[in-house]
């Protein structure tokens, strides 16, 4: 039997940026995302009690033992939680540039957990399957949901799980990815947070700024207040990439090209447009703006960027399950 499952990314509004628990995947802070339609990945499980050990293809590529130890880890602890012994083919398809700071592994462990638990014969709640998605990768905690959703850092396994705060907003919002570079980058997520909370001196004034921050946008998001939302959006991403700057080394994923992006946005703004951005672990900017301001954008930015590098996506679903597989093992 094969499970085949699709789950969207998620770009954070407030960030999660750093870890309590690294075993557990238990993170410091609160966070607060945005799911989005466009990007996604959708993932086939087959569990196979004739193989040896599990085979993992990515966009219909075998990939090695080293390369996919995080997916075989993950499949370790599936096991573990449903009792089952014998290894599985798992095939992954994404629609996400994959390393570039579109949270390609929110995604892909969101689809892999959903795929690998139901094949594993395991009928989890969403929360559950929240839960587990967070053991493969923090962000893909949120990705179980679509819309606006929150993740509780909670204080244990049972009670770090992720929730929709509006799973279909009831106000404009859209997100407008400036693709500046869609090369792998250099310091990992996992990497880069580890580092700042070992090292960043900011890193106190981070908890209260994001214990704040998720307060007053979950008040914007129930008054459907896109400029105090998209405020608040960029100020936290501001402060979670100062943090980085101010590590012991201290080190940045922006580029050149990123900081044209923003300036291009607090221009656009002052102009009078409602546009905010926001950055992950990579140099991509997200515009986060009012669809009724789509053109308006697409207008200013394609002259700068290259409307080949423009990509819009709207509010996206939480997980799927999909009747055809990606691939025939
Ligand atoms: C976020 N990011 O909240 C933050 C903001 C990037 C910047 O979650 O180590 O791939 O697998 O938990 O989730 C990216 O980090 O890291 C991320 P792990 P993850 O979306």
């Known amino acids: 039997m094969t499970t085949t499952a699709r789950a969207h990314t998620n770009i954070a509004l407030v960030k999660y940026w750093g870890k309590r628990n690294a075993a557990l995947m238990l993170p410091q802070t609160d966070s607060l995302s945005l799911t989005l339609d466009e990007f996604y990945t959708t993932t086939t499980v087959e569990f196979d009690p004739t193989l040896s050990k599990d085979h993992f293809y990515l966009d219909g590529k075998l990939v090695a033992d080293q390369q996919a130890h995080k997916v075989v880890k993950f499949m370790d602890l599936v096991r573990q939680m449903s009792g089952r012994a014998d290894f599985a083919n798992i095939a992954s398809v994404n629609n996400v540039p994959i390393a570039a700071g579109l949270a390609s592994s929110a995604s892909a462990f969101a689809a892999l957990a959903g795929a690998a638990a139901k094949d594993a014969g395991m009928d989890l ?31 244990d396994d049972l009670t770090s799980f992720a929730e929709p705060v509006q799973e279909v907003p009831k106000f404009g919002i859209a997100m407008l990815a400036i693709m500046v570079d869609t090369s792998q980058k250099k310091v990992s997520s996992r990497g880069g947070m580890q580092l700042v909370v070992e090292t960043s001196p900011y890193y106190p004034a981070w908890r209260q700024v994001v214990k704040d921050d998720m307060v007053a946008i979950k008040k914007a998001i129930a008054t459907g207040d896109l400029k105090t939302i998209g405020h608040i959006a960029q100020q936290n991403a501001l402060r979670m990439h100062a943090l980085n700057l101010a590590a012991d080394p201290g080190f940045t994923y922006f580029n050149g090209q990123t900081i044209l992006a923003m300036q291009t946005i607090d221009r656009l703004r002052e102009e009078g447009l409602n546009c905010y951005y926001t950055m992950d672990a990579g140099p991509n900017v997200k515009v986060i703006f009012d669809p009724k301001d789509q053109d308006d954008l697409l207008k200013a930015l394609s002259p700068v960027f290259g409307a080949e590098r423009l990509v819009v996506a709207k509010p996206g679903p939480g997980i799927e399950y999909l009747a055809d597989p990606v691939m025939k093992f």
């Open 125 to 155: 709640s969403l929360k559950d399957l929240s839960r587990l998605a967070r053991r493969g990768s923090g962000s893909a905690t949120r990705s179980i949901f679509g819309g606006l959703v929150e993740w509780h850092r909670g204080t």
